[in-house]
């Protein structure tokens, strides 16, 4: 049943500026080579507290002074995202703020978090469509939902343009710990990644698109025991003799991937001459040395497998190609993404086979290690953690589920593609549709 019938009433909104100046040698930043080949749209994310965590509703103004201020406090440290995005390469750190509304919801949590599918309800709750072009390059918008019930959702919509899921969980944790008393270590961020992938100096380019596919969104949850099982078949003795076993990531992806491969040999024949899947690896850790714990920014790469599409392939096969790939990410794979020109010549390459139809891609990230369960702003950890919707087809964000022993699986295809996906008897046999 679809929620999207609720109220929402916005009671207020300002703009939060960072508590102290950000300082005159910080005033401009530019971006990485990196940041400027990341998604031009929104990251939407949703932090849900039930009734049970909070102690009554007469509490609530006080709750959002407290998140305001706090969000001040951390803006002083990520300046960045207070910020205006001027040019595909350059912020103005001019302490511009970041829009802050409180809203009253009608109706209870529990009817939200029960409707998971109801991605359109999701996004009555964010500040404005992730999906949005808007009059001002805003970097970071954030929503307080009151529910009747009086449950709590935080929400955000941030640029993908200048974060990445890394950065994003890292600023988060941040506001939720100033927000909460623990400042003994405050995370201070550092800014510096343009000086180890340095931009190309385009003007313009930062314009936002808005979605142009009919995108359907469905939550395929493996569970503990669903996920051990999928991992145990993944194992192939041929494959990973004397290895790792494969993660649960690695199994999720290659069975996704094999999925959506049955899911294309299913439709009218197509001159893809590849199924191909890239998955977003992190490179904080894979750079000699490796970078700061706290770097910010779009510090990811995109790992390439593929497959001739005329020839059959198991899921154990399709996992250790992915595997293969991420491995191939290594620090001096890294410093050939220093070169702009080479990087953008390899990303335009893969563009065009799949704005061609040569190609049929199926991207993967992960959130998997990100700390989104430690947002603790003072009544808890959330109860579930969503970012719902991605204006881009054949795209699969994967997070944990809110005990730390399942994987969510958020998919996105076109509408028709979904019809035959969310069907599937080998997929459904492994992934539940709550």
């Known amino acids: 049943m679809e929620m999207n019938n609720f109220k929402v009433e916005i009671i207020s909104t300002e703009i939060i500026k960072p508590s102290s100046p950000t300082p005159s040698e910080n005033l401009q930043l530019k971006l990485s080579l990196l940041d400027q080949f ?196 993944a194992n192939s003795d041929a494959l990973f003799l004397n290895q790792r076993p494969p993660s649960r990531v690695e199994s999720v992806s290659g069975f996704l991937w094999n999925r959506f491969i049955a899911l294309s040999h299913k439709k009218p024949p197509t001159k893809a001459k590849r199924f191909a899947v890239i998955q977003a690896v992190n490179l904080r850790n894979r750079t000699n040395p490796p970078m700061p714990p706290h770097s910010f920014g779009n510090i990811w790469w995109f790992a390439t497998a593929n497959v001739p599409t005329d020839e059959e392939q198991d899921f154990p096969s399709l996992v250790g190609k992915i595997r293969n790939a991420i491995e191939d990410i290594d620090s001096d794979y890294i410093r050939t993404l220093q070169d702009a020109e080479k990087s953008m010549r390899e990303k335009m390459k893969m563009a065009r086979m799949v704005y061609s139809g040569e190609v049929e891609m199926l991207s993967f990230t992960s959130w998997c290690y990100f700390p989104l369960y430690e947002a603790d702003f003072g009544w808890g950890k959330p109860m579930w953690v969503c970012s719902p919707g991605r204006p881009y087809k054949n795209v699969v964000l994967l997070v944990n589920t809110s005990d730390g022993e399942g994987v969510e699986a958020w998919v996105n295809l076109e509408e028709n593609d979904m019809a035959i996906f969310e069907t599937d008897s080998q997929l459904l046999s492994f992934a539940s549709l709550p």
């Open 38 to 233: 990341a998604p031009s749209s929104y990251t939407p994310l949703l932090f849900f507290y039930t009734t049970d965590q909070l102690s009554g509703g007469d509490d609530h103004r006080e709750w959002c002074r407290k998140l305001k201020k706090s969000l001040g406090e951390t803006l002083s440290r990520f300046y960045l995202l207070a910020g205006t995005l001027v040019e595909a390469y350059l912020v103005e750190c001019n302490d511009e703020g970041v829009a802050f509304s409180e809203a009253r919801i009608s109706g209870r949590l529990s009817e939200v978090m029960e409707n998971p599918h109801d991605v359109v309800s999701l996004h009555r709750l964010l500040p404005f469509k992730p999906d949005a072009v808007l009059e001002r390059d805003c970097i970071l918008a954030v929503r307080y939902n009151v529910f009747e019930c009086g449950g709590v959702v935080i929400a955000l919509c941030i640029t993908h343009k200048i974060v990445d899921g890394s950065s994003v969980a890292m600023f988060t944790k941040a506001w939720a710990a100033t927000c909460r008393g623990d400042d003994e270590n405050p995370v201070v961020p550092t800014f510096d990644t343009a000086e180890l992938f340095p931009p190309m100096e385009i003007h313009g380019g930062n314009k936002r698109q808005s979605r142009m596919d009919k995108i359907v969104t469905r939550r395929f949850i493996f569970n503990k025991s669903n996920l051990a099982a999928l991992k145990k078949q």
